[in-house]
């Protein structure tokens, strides 16, 4: 790879809509933080401080989760038909969509996500706000026949489960914020938002998009911060159901902290996912499809193909072609449109991933592109890493079995069907997976036998709002997308009348 070098741009200002020092939104209110203090939000790819960010502690959520318990059960949401829930999602889905390009900047500045992919989110962001509005006049029970030796009429009503906690991450604030609200106030739920510390400004500008939909005070409130805030709503007496994307120690804590009031908790956790190549696949398609499952958002993303398993007769092949694939990939800064990989989202996370680079090769593998951070060229203020290849990989590596969520792609042999799913499945994770062949049986078999959530076969990545997305094992249990998610937002009442 030649050296690259990072394109000067000037450092914008925040859209006018945003405030360079925020304030939490409650109940349809600017307030101030209880703490009275404020963290910075810094640019990952030059280290500038780009707006301070309000510090939540549990009395900002105590007053949240007291905001949304009476806009669920005295406020006027609670009595907004389905159709008008409906009209309401349709009316923030244009307004997110007519804002789009200021969101999409703004996610760049703060998380590092390169420009051009920011701004094709706008398809999934509001594909999910108008699918999820659809189904806000599809919610249903059923009439249901029953052998009582009484005269009884039995059906069921679903009913929305309450006040929603929902826990958000920061490598797609905007999307995550919808993805998480749209199901809940389409079920007619109230929400307590908590994104992340690296990624506060998108979501908290889509709280007020909810406010100018019509969506009523109180129904949307978004408290921003550190861990205290999150573990503050995870652990309170008051939220009926968490929802959270996220790593899975975080993910741990917090349902352990459920159990004591015995909340619903949907858990969307890590992975180390197995991306299977056989000797038959297309290469053409599956070389730039593994490349970016890993390298897209400098392998930021929980679903990222970061294992990827290549039958032996192709194996040197498949790795030539995955570097130089890799080398041609455009890292720069994040504001430039042809920039196709930029920085890692903090200085913590940067430093993680570097120690993952130092461990690779001390179990054995062999470094086949990248390796090292980039520390000149104008690189030096952010924290960018180059698209990484190891090879000689082992199973049992470190590097092979935890999530880095980094730009780190681990390539690793295999000569048999049943070896490679035994090897992809021997993992604590099971969040997705990929398979490239020509065959469809050989497919079809290896679909059953992955334990994965999802599994794309000759693709990689394809999310939609109608197909159910979630792990198995450590990645997390509950659904989101399709049906099951917003499923996940009702409760069911069984009713009984003598007739």
Known sequence: MNAPVLTKI????????????????????????????????????????????????AEDVDKAVASARRAF??????????????ATLLRLADLVEAEFDDIALVDTLEMGRPITPSRGFVSMVTRALRHYAGLATAIHGETLGNSSPVDLLSYTLREPVGVVGAIIPWNGPVFCAAWKCAPALAAGCTVVLKPSEKGSLTPLRFGELCLEAGIPPGVVNVVTGHGVAGAALADHRDIDKITFTGSCGTGQKII????????????ELGGKSPNIVFADADLDLAVPAAAMAIFNNSGQVCSAGSRIFVERPIHDEFVARLVEFGEALRLGHTLDPETQIGPIVSRGQFDRVCSYLEVGPQEGARIALGGAPLREGGFEAGFFIPPTVLGSVRDDMRVAREEIFGPVACVLPFDSFEEVVARANDTEFGL?????TRDITRAHRAVKAIRAGTVWVNHYGAMDPAVPFGGYKMSGYGREGGSEHIESYLETKGVWIRI
């Not at 059960?73 to 409906?86: A, L, M, N, V």
Request: glycine share 8%; proline share 8%.
């Open 256 to 267: 352990a902290a459920s159990a004591g009031t015995v909340k619903r908790v949907t858990m």
């Open 432 to 436: 997705a997976a990929a398979v490239w």
């Open 73 to 86: 059960e005295q406020g006027p949401w609670s009595r907004f038909k389905p159709s008008e829930r409906q």
């Open 10 to 57: 000037e450092q914008p200002t925040l859209p006018a809509r945003y405030r360079t020092r925020t304030l939490h939104l409650i109940d349809g209110e600017q307030v101030e933080p209880s703490s009275g203090e404020w963290f910075d939000a810094v640019d990952p790819c030059s280290g500038a401080v780009i707006a301070q960010i309000a510090e939540g502690n």
